[in-house]
């Protein structure tokens, strides 16, 4: 039987994980639970962080979206955040059900840190910084530095996920993935692309193909150059298929029981070429 610490503020988070660092911290317990019943994981001493009112919080100013650990998938994608970061609210969207939309978290989607985790490429795509606080206070940074492998983080002793800070820029946003259905599915390859058109710069970030979630940073460069930014912000079509087979170049798949990593590499370069093009849609104004 776990002991359970039921926290009612970030204080009182923080003060149970002092008390026991090496506790388990559940928020809505999509991935955790799942564990538990299958006998993968017998936590001694759990935090329960859902009632955390500070982690539920969520803002938006010009320039930037701040996303609490504790925020739903359902809040990303039925509230003025799905304005603001339209992409993460694709990304919510894809998530399981009704039931596990309601509960899952955004900081249980890191904490996870699963490769085909949907809200990390999308993050990693708005140059997120995802802020922890513990026993030395906060301390930030980018999501490259946060994952450190398959379901590993840099998460201390102690540590908690406080909240995500991620750009806001003008253009379009788009999230794809490919799974073996429609829905309740978990990724087998995905993507986030970004538009910044005031840096005239595309941005793309990729889950499920690698240990980690890559940025195609040569694909982004190469494009940017060919985007016609000065006369309608438009692709051509060769230029979206030859940005698909470049931002595949930067996937690492593998072979597992989900897919073939030839599969995948072909899936990653059809989703952005296909989230190039629906990003510079005739017609479309870019503007998130």
Known sequence: MSDVVVARSLDDALGALADHPDAT????????????????RRPSQVVAVAQVPELR??????????????VTYTEM???????????????????????????GTLGG???????AGDTLPVLAALNAQIVLAGPDGERRMGLDDFVVGVKQTCL???????RAEMDRPRGRQEFLKIGPRNAMVISMAGLALVVDRDARAV????GAVAAGIPRATEAEAWV????????????DDAVADEFGQRVAAASSPIDDHRS????????????????????FAEGSSGDA
Do not use: F
């Open 203 to 206: 941005r793309c970030a990729l």
């Open 25 to 40: 911290v559940l928020a809505g317990g999509t991935d955790l639970m799942v564990e538990i019943n299958r006998g993968l």
């Open 260 to 279: 073939t990593a030839a599969y995948r590499r072909h899936a990653v370069a059809v989703l952005a070429t296909r989230a190039l093009k629906r990003a």
């Open 77 to 103: 994608m039925t509230t003025a955040l799905a304005e603001a970061a339209p992409a993460l609210a694709q990304a919510a969207r894809t998530v399981g059900s009704p039931p596990i939309r309601n509960a």
């Open 57 to 70: 919080q969520w803002s938006v100013a010009d320039n930037r979206v701040i996303v609490g650990g504790g």
């Open 109 to 115: 989607n890191l904490g996870t840190a699963s490769p």
């Open 156 to 162: 201390q002793p102690g540590e908690l996920i406080v």
């Open 224 to 235: 940017a150059e060919r985007i016609h930014w000065d006369n309608g912000a438009g692709v």
